[in-house]
């Protein structure tokens, strides 16, 4: 379905330059709004931020678009994605909008949308919504304008949630924990969380000024995470994104455990818990050490296309709760309606606790695959799929690589590139069989 605006999440760019200025906002919210009055005479929306400079205007333009349309708005300040999806379910709302653009800098700013659910919205509705941008916009009358107030609890209520999804009797007492928030929306919830379950808790990434998210620190920088866990002899550190839907996990020795290893360790706990686990799902980047580590454990790996709304989609169809990207994107459906990197983190830390085992000592047998990604740039109206010497290639490859090793060629969604992976057990051997399929995809 093509839409103009709304991209695999949301509405995402560069703040200043279409679509992220106020004027377009104003028009979108005026338009989301009429698509929820078709449902509710008198609908109500929560808007929630990250912590860039540019949300308090973003924030009013939506304000004033849902305004005119006729639709009452909560607002919660800086709040995480996946608070923003809670507390729309919580309190029965219309809809959750949350102004962010995740791990990107902060000149650059977005929009996405959450149901009355708590879940993302399907295609179809995004579509309408741009539809409806189309029309002339239809003001209501004075008496019929929507109104905005403070949500003053909002973060109080968050927190207590994330507590919430793990049991009563996890304590993390005499353990140390390093917490990075990015300097993003989590920044006032996440230390609490963990303090309160009683663990000893230092911060970095915590002060934002509104121009410092996800600048050196956070889920995509986890080096800060690495540095700060060794300089202050934490057993572990927990990094999240700018809008806190993101973890990476350091241990006390400086090990990082990316989204495939902690997706592992959170299945196998439930199967120790005696749950049942039928399968998990990854997307095409998922590692296949983890895919054969699953499979001794009876596991199913489904993979998805590599996005965590396609993760979702798939988890749904089949009824799993399980499910995740490398990149630290991780679904606990059974605890939540959408990735969340505070309960993900709760969720791995639970199991560290309940198995008596460092997490070292759970993903013990579980060695990943070095990957070799290169990108291939394709000359103009080359298509890739008809590419006779790169299928051979790709035979040949296969061929050595056995059940050692797997291949994935996909293009660009961004760019005029291939992307060409090669993950094998042995290092060299992917390096080089990556770069034979390469050279016969540049070849054309």
């Not at 005479?41 to 333009?61: A, F, Q």
């Not at 741009?130 to 609890?153: F, I, Q, T, Y």
């Not at 695959?369 to 740039?377: A, G, K, S």
């Not at 992976?421 to 992917?430: I, S, Y």
Request: charged share 20%.
């Amino acid at each position: 379905m093509s839409r103009s605006y709304f991209g695999t999440d949301g509405i995402r760019g560069t703040v200043g330059q279409p679509p992220i200025t106020p004027d377009f906002m104003l028009q979108l919210g005026h338009a989301v709004g009429q698509v929820l009055r078709r449902q509710a005479p008198r609908p109500t929306v929560l808007i929630g931020k990250d912590t860039r400079i540019s949300g308090y205007m973003l924030e009013s333009s939506l304000e004033a678009g849902f305004a005119s349309a006729g639709v009452d708005v909560l607002l919660s300040g800086p709040l995480p994605t996946p608070g923003v999806a809670y507390l729309t379910r919580a309190l029965r709302l219309d809809l959750g909008v949350v102004i962010s653009a995740s791990h990107n800098a902060y000149m650059d700013n977005g929009v996405k949308f959450f149901s009355a659910r708590g879940e993302k919205l399907p295609d179809e509705w995004e579509a309408d919504v741009e539809a409806e941008m189309l029309k002339p916009p239809s003001w209501v009358d004075s008496a019929s304008l929507g109104k905005a107030r403070r949500l003053d609890d909002a973060r109080g209520r968050y927190i207590e949630f994330c507590k919430s999804t793990v049991p009563h009797s996890l304590s993390l007492r005499g353990m140390k924990i390093v917490i990075d928030a990015a300097h993003g929306a989590a920044y006032h919830v996440a230390p609490d969380v963990f303090h309160e379950l009683g663990a000893t808790v230092v911060t970095i990434g915590c002060s934002p000024d509104g121009l410092n998210i996800n600048a050196g620190v956070g889920a995509t920088a986890p080096q800060a995470l690495g540095a700060a866990v060794a300089e202050h002899r934490a057993d572990y550190g927990v990094a999240l994104d700018g809008d806190a839907d993101r973890l990476q996990l350091v241990d006390a020795q400086g090990r990082l455990y990316n989204g495939d290893e902690l997706l592992y360790v959170m299945a196998a706990d439930r199967l120790a818990q005696g749950q049942s686990v039928p399968g998990v799902v990854g997307t095409l980047m998922t590692n296949i050490a983890v895919e054969k580590a699953l499979h001794r454990l009876g596991v199913e790996l489904v993979r998805a296309k590599v996005g965590d709304r396609y993760v979702l989609e798939e988890l749904s169809a089949r009824g799993w709760q399980l499910g995740g990207e490398s990149s630290g994107h991780l679904l606990a459906l059974d605890r939540h309606t959408t990735g969340d990197g505070i309960v993900s983190a709760l969720q791995v830390l639970k199991a560290v606790c309940s198995r008596g085992s460092s997490l070292a000592g759970l993903l013990e047998g579980v060695t990943l695959y070095p990957q070799t990604m290169i990108n291939v740039r394709l000359p103009d109206g080359s298509d890739w799929q008809r590419n006779a010497a790169l299928a051979d290639s790709q035979r040949l490859v296969l061929r050595e690589l056995g059940s050692d090793g797997r291949v994935l060629i996909r293009a660009s969604g961004t760019e005029p590139v291939l992307r060409v992976m090669v993950e094998a057990r042995d290092a060299e051997l992917g390096r080089r069989c990556a770069q034979r399929m390469a050279a016969a995809a540049a070849a054309g």
